[in-house]
């Protein structure tokens, strides 16, 4: 397929799968910006969080929480920046063509001292009040 979240969808495909769900799965970031850097993803593929059933918005945002509650034992962080990709180009309603971003939701942890994004799409500042281009989740 042309989406890296649909391939990774398929079971048997664990290579970055944490945890996968009815709905939703939570896999590791190929490129992080930081250690830890989760995304949490519809199984179906969707733009946007307005074409979410119920019950994937639901499982979507359990296992957002699920994320930053590891996020936390694991690395003890200052925050977590939760931030959402999605393509709202179109029609919510109609089936996404491939090629266009699937929806997926990043879950980051953020130490005091590390680059902190204001969003994902956005610019970023750091403790000294400097730009830098934010890359894309």
Same mark, same amino acid.
Request: hydrophobic letters at 20%; a negative charge; glycine letters at 2%.
């Given at each position: 397929s042309d989406c890296v979240f649909c391939d990774a969808a398929v079971e048997g495909r664990d290579e970055l799968v944490l945890v996968r769900g009815t709905? &939703?799965?939570i896999i590791l970031n190929l490129y992080p910006y930081n250690n830890g850097h989760l995304m949490v993803v519809p !199984? !179906?593929?969707v733009a946007s $969080?307005? /074409? $979410?059933s119920t019950a994937e918005a639901a499982e979507v945002m359990r296992f957002t929480q699920d994320a930053e509650l590891a996020l936390h +034992? &694991?690395? +003890?962080p200052q925050g977590i920046n939760v931030g959402v990709d999605a393509d709202l180009r179109g029609s919510s309603? %109609? @089936?996404l063509p491939a090629g266009r971003l699937q929806l997926n939701q990043c879950v980051v942890q953020v130490k005091s001292n590390e680059v902190q994004w204001t !969003? *994902?799409? %956005? !610019? /970023?500042?750091? #403790? %000294?009040?400097? #730009? #830098? @281009? &934010?890359? /894309? *989740?």
């Open positions: 709905h &939703a799965f !199984r !179906r593929h $969080l307005a /074409s $979410l +034992e &694991a690395y +003890e309603n %109609e @089936p !969003r *994902c799409d %956005e !610019r /970023s500042h750091n #403790t %000294e009040g400097n #730009t #830098t @281009p &934010a890359p /894309s *989740c």
